[in-house]
């Protein structure tokens, strides 16, 4: 491609971008900080992983790096230097003049970030002339050669189209590709892979960190999952609160993880080589505003002593590059990455058949998703069915639980048939398989109280009524972990972890044999998703619960599944015990599935 | 994991959600718009304890200026019969709308959670209401009857304007019925009613209480032409749309007696379209209130 048109006068340096003491407060409440103190250098040709739990700041610091704030909150302190200049005292014109050009953003959503009625072609091309790179004629070929970059097609035909005629992996892609196209020195990606299949993101990933190096570019890439990190940063940070909690170089980060946050998170999160016990972090990230005096995470931390609620520690130097938040970092002993692993589910224990599914097909009017279908689930067993979005593994658990009515085949409850929906099933059957949702945020009626959601399949099943209805919904709470002091709130009120323990509450509370469980855990943060896992292992040990798991998440599978369904394009296409399909698959697609898992160990 | 904490932190982060009426009196239009309302209705509902005159009662001559506004076409003091002929409007107005709020949420509700063909054959017999103007329908009816009672005209008001109510209604339900929660209670086995009842409507509470403002606003407007065209219970008694009919020829000899009774449905019109607006707005921005 041709030189920019523009260089700037200055000459360039290539010591990529720093961060230095940055404070982000709000607006409305003076005092309270978003961020506090963020010191992190990226160096060029480096990726730099920022992970942190929903409502920890990361978000914020990486759009930082561009001068920019979300509205309500604002910049205090701090300065961010990038070629000897601080990009938060540049006036606005030149701030203008950098983002993009010089320091460039990719969005979590990037199909919001396309126009959905321009072409592709047309796209790129605005955006070059919008930077002024390139010649008219130039251009063109500039937009071919940076999708081939990302490893898209670039003829015409690609050029022509629309941004919704193409899957969320080449959007995400065109999206980097366009990132790129004005040779930024830095790149800062805000989970770009969330919400994409593991194979797309495997193959994002690895375009993502060939560019990063071959064009020197220093990048941040933020997210909440730290397998993904593992993979593809070479530096870590982890922040809580607000705070980076510890900073290291990948493998430092993992070997000898220092802070007891870093531990708690690397503890709650499954592997893909063995079963772990998976541990979640009690209570919950505290919002700005509500976090506790001295170390932040004292609350929660299992090795907290009174010293840490006094003052914040700094963060200490324990090694080369490698930087923790806390005070007892010497004390608290060595950590490993085989701590709380439990041996695999033995693939020839006897199994005493609950339901049984056998040549299952599931339509959509005439359209048919899912093919031939046949498996089995045992008492108190765990069956996985896992596949990429679009395999028929959340309309198999749909039609399952009664929730799709248009399937021909075979569903077997304790030899009897199941009704097509579930108008058209008996009440014990009901009661005795239930379903939990995807996503928390929807399956909980915004206007009934807490009592009111786990109450009421017990009135409608009879299990108990008025009084010691009450009485069985502060119970069951407590055995999610909730206190009775939500009995009287209304969903809004909960947390993503707390409403999705309510909808175990609920379908817990109808006392069934079998549980449905919808991507359960894919809205969750890390350490959310570890204590459910733990409590559902627990239910499932306690009452003998059976439970049909379906997921993307293949190390999620290893720790919780006895039995895994490989799904592809509605049929299945490996089936097993969890140890032998996962140790030795015998289909290339469970193999490249098993290829493109990220994993941390 | 221990019970205890985990229920403190609850307790500590969440702070309560503040419904929408709080949300909706941080909102200036809602505040004036409220207190515009109320005024009028205080007006019209008390007016007649405090009126100087009776509404029949002659006090002078013809579009004299004797009194605050002067005298009408008959020579009644027109402060007077402004305060006596609110009521009656608003009362049939107020009563109008909550009917159509009722029916219409109701058909609507029924139309998005029925869906297919319970959703295309009520959708298109509710275009086929919606297609009369609002007034043509009324004035079929009155002039068949003749002397029209207040509940006809409750009825008539009430049910021209529940079409209406009806599209917001089933575009508000659309969004609702296909969320998980309502799966839920499906997958539960939950009675279709009840789905539509326990579920569905109090999601519905805030847009339908904008709707119900703006359904207010039309029926006033309603109520009154109805009056100025002739149709009132009582042809005799003070009524602000007839009012502003009788005295209209006086319009330049004693303008107050035309003005004074459209500025006060003006007035009150403004007010609860303020008030409307107001809610509407919190909803918009409100989220999954």
């Known amino acids: 491609m041709s030189a920019p048109a523009q260089e700037p006068t200055t000459t360039r340096t290539t010591h990529g971008i720093a961060i230095e003491d940055l404070r982000i407060g709000l607006t409305s409440r003076p005092g309270v900080d978003v961020v506090d103190d963020i010191d992190l250098v990226l160096r060029p040709g480096e990726v730099v992983g920022l992970v942190g739990e929903s409502g920890s700041g990361k978000t914020t610091v990486g759009t930082a790096l561009l001068g920019y704030t979300r509205s309500g909150a604002a910049i205090e302190r701090g300065r961010i230097l990038y070629e000897d200049k601080d990009v938060l005292g540049l006036p606005w014109q030149q701030v203008r003049q950098l983002r993009g050009e010089e320091i460039a953003y990719v969005p979590q959503d990037p199909a919001a970030a396309l126009n959905p009625s321009i072409r592709i072609g047309r796209q790129i091309v605005e955006l070059m002339e919008l930077r002024g790179i390139g010649t008219a004629e130039s251009r063109l070929q500039g937009a071919r050669e940076g999708l081939a970059e990302v490893g898209l097609p670039n003829d015409d035909e690609f050029l022509r189209r629309y941004s919704h005629q193409l899957s969320g992996g080449q959007v995400q892609r065109v999206a980097l590709a366009m990132a790129f196209l004005p040779k930024p020195k830095v790149l800062v990606l805000d989970e770009p892979t969330t919400g994409l299949d593991v194979t797309t993101q495997g193959m994002v990933l690895k375009t993502m960190g060939e560019l990063c190096r071959t064009h020197g570019v220093a990048a941040l890439y933020v997210t909440h999952d730290l397998a993904v990190i593992a993979n593809i940063a070479d530096r870590v940070a982890v922040m809580y609160a607000g705070q980076v909690a510890e900073l290291a170089d990948?493998?430092?980060?993992?070997?000898?993880?220092?802070?007891?946050?870093?531990?708690?998170?690397?503890?709650?999160?499954?592997?893909?080589?063995?079963?772990?016990?998976?541990?979640?972090?009690?209570?919950?990230?505290?919002?700005?505003?509500?976090?506790?005096?001295?170390?932040?995470?004292?609350?929660?931390?299992?090795?907290?002593?009174?010293?840490?609620?006094?003052?914040?520690?700094?963060?200490?130097?324990?090694?080369?590059?490698?930087?923790?938040?806390?005070?007892?970092?010497?004390?608290?002993?060595?950590?490993?990455?085989?701590?709380?692993?439990?041996?695999?589910?033995?693939?020839?224990?006897?199994?005493?058949?609950?339901?049984?599914?056998?040549?299952?097909?599931?339509?959509?009017?005439?359209?048919?998703?899912?093919?031939?279908?046949?498996?089995?689930?045992?008492?108190?067993?765990?069956?996985?069915?896992?596949?990429?979005?679009?395999?028929?593994?959340?309309?198999?658990s749909r039609a399952v639980g009664g929730l799709h009515k248009e399937w021909t085949g075979t569903i077997a409850f304790e030899g009897n048939q199941l009704g097509h929906g579930s108008r058209k099933r008996s009440v014990s059957d009901r009661k005795r398989i239930q379903y939990i949702f995807q996503n928390p945020y929807l399956s909980l009626n915004p206007r009934l109280t807490i009592e009111q959601i786990v109450k009421r399949p017990m009135e409608l099943f009879g299990v108990a009524s008025g009084r010691k209805a009450t009485e069985r919904v502060v119970e069951l709470l407590d055995q999610v972990a909730l206190g009775p002091a939500v009995l009287k709130y209304q969903a809004s009120r909960l947390s993503g972890g707390e409403r999705q323990r309510v909808a175990i509450a609920r379908a817990l509370a109808a006392e069934p044999d079998v549980l449905v469980c919808d991507e359960i855990t894919s809205a969750l943060d890390v350490s959310v998703q570890g204590s459910i896992v733990e409590l559902l292992e627990s239910l499932r040990l306690s009452r003998g619960i059976s439970m049909l798991f379906v997921t993307h998440n293949l190390a999620l599978v290893r720790s919780i599944a006895a039995r895994v369904q490989i799904l592809n394009a509605g049929r299945?296409?490996?089936?097993?015990?969890?140890?032998?399909?996962m140790d030795s698959p015998k289909e290339d697609y469970t193999r490249r599935l098993l290829a493109n898992s990220p994993a941390i160990d | 994991m221990s019970t205890t904490a985990d229920a403190v932190s609850v307790a500590a982060a969440a702070p309560r959600?503040?419904?929408?009426?709080?949300?909706?009196?941080?909102?200036?239009?809602?505040?004036?718009?409220?207190?515009?309302?109320?005024?009028?209705?205080?007006?019209?509902?008390?007016?007649?304890?405090?009126?100087?005159?009776?509404?029949?009662?002659?006090?002078?001559?013809?579009?004299?200026?004797?009194?605050?506004?002067?005298?009408?076409?008959?020579?009644?003091?027109?402060?007077?019969?402004?305060?006596?002929?609110?009521?009656?409007?608003?009362?049939?107005?107020?009563?109008?709308?909550?009917?159509?709020?009722?029916?219409?949420?109701?058909?609507?509700?029924?139309?998005?959670?029925?869906?297919?063909?319970?959703?295309?054959?009520?959708?298109?017999?509710?275009?086929?209401?919606?297609?009369?103007?609002?007034?043509?329908?009324?004035?079929?009816?009155?002039?068949?009857?003749?002397?029209?009672?207040?509940?006809?005209?409750?009825?008539?008001?009430?049910?021209?304007?529940?079409?209406?109510?009806?599209?917001?209604?089933?575009?508000?339900?659309?969004?609702?019925?296909?969320?998980?929660?309502?799966?839920?209670?499906?997958?539960?086995?939950?009675?279709?009613?009840?789905?539509?009842?326990?579920?569905?409507?109090?999601?519905?509470?805030?847009?339908?209480?904008?709707?119900?403002?703006?359904?207010?606003?039309?029926?006033?407007?309603?109520?009154?032409?109805?009056?100025?065209?002739?149709?009132?219970?009582?042809?005799?008694?003070?009524?602000?749309?007839?009012?502003?009919?009788?005295?209209?020829?006086?319009?330049?000899?004693?303008?107050?007696?035309?003005?004074?009774?459209?500025?006060?449905?003006?007035?009150?019109?403004?007010?609860?379209?303020?008030?409307?607006?107001?809610?509407?707005?919190?909803?918009?921005?409100?989220?999954?209130?």
């Open chain 1, 250 to 396: 990948r493998d430092t980060l993992f070997r000898h993880p220092s802070h007891p946050y870093t531990r708690a998170l690397l503890d709650s999160i499954p592997h893909l080589s063995q079963a772990r016990a998976l541990r979640g972090i009690p209570g919950r990230t505290p919002a700005p505003g509500a976090r506790p005096d001295g170390c932040r995470f004292n609350d929660r931390c299992n090795y907290a002593v009174d010293e840490c609620r006094q003052g914040v520690p700094e963060l200490r130097e324990v090694g080369p590059g490698h930087e923790v938040r806390c005070i007892r970092v010497g004390e608290i002993g060595s950590w490993d990455i085989s701590r709380g692993t439990v041996p695999d589910t033995d693939p020839n224990k006897p199994r005493d058949i609950i339901l049984s599914i056998e040549g299952l097909g599931v339509f959509y009017g005439h359209k048919q998703v899912v093919f031939d279908v046949s498996f089995d689930l045992g008492k108190s067993e765990v069956v996985a069915l896992v596949g990429e979005s679009g395999s028929g593994k959340t309309t198999i």
């Open chain 1, 572 to 581: 299945v296409v490996e089936s097993g015990s969890v140890v032998e399909v």
């Open chain 2, 17 to 289: 959600t503040p419904s929408t009426f709080q949300k909706a009196l941080k909102q200036k239009r809602f505040v004036v718009g409220g207190v515009i309302t109320v005024l009028v209705a205080l007006f019209a509902v008390f007016g007649r304890f405090v009126a100087p005159h009776g509404q029949n009662e002659v006090v002078g001559t013809p579009y004299s200026s004797q009194g605050a506004l002067g005298t009408d076409y008959l020579g009644q003091d027109v402060l007077s019969r402004l305060m006596y002929g609110g009521t009656e409007i608003l009362v049939i107005a107020l009563l109008a709308t909550v009917l159509s709020t009722v029916v219409g949420t109701l058909i609507g509700v029924v139309a998005a959670y029925g869906g297919g063909w319970w959703d295309e054959v009520i959708m298109r017999l509710n275009d086929v209401m919606l297609a009369f103007p609002q007034i043509l329908l009324s004035l079929v009816v009155l002039t068949a009857v003749g002397q029209p009672r207040a509940w006809m005209l409750v009825v008539l008001v009430g049910l021209s304007n529940a079409p209406r109510t009806a599209r917001i209604a089933r575009g508000v339900a659309l969004g609702l019925v296909s969320r998980d929660f309502v799966h839920a209670a499906e997958a539960l086995g939950e009675k279709r009613s009840r789905v539509i009842v326990a579920e569905v409507l109090p999601n519905m509470n805030a847009p339908l209480l904008a709707e119900a403002g703006l359904r207010l606003t039309f029926s006033i407007a309603l109520v009154a032409a109805l009056g100025f065209l002739g149709f009132s219970t009582d042809p005799s008694a003070a009524n602000w749309g007839q009012m502003i009919q009788e005295n209209r020829l006086g319009l330049s000899t004693q303008t107050w007696s035309v003005l004074a009774p459209v500025l006060i449905i003006g007035l009150f019109t403004i007010g609860t379209n303020l008030t409307a607006d107001g809610i509407a707005q919190v909803t918009q921005r409100g989220g999954d209130d």
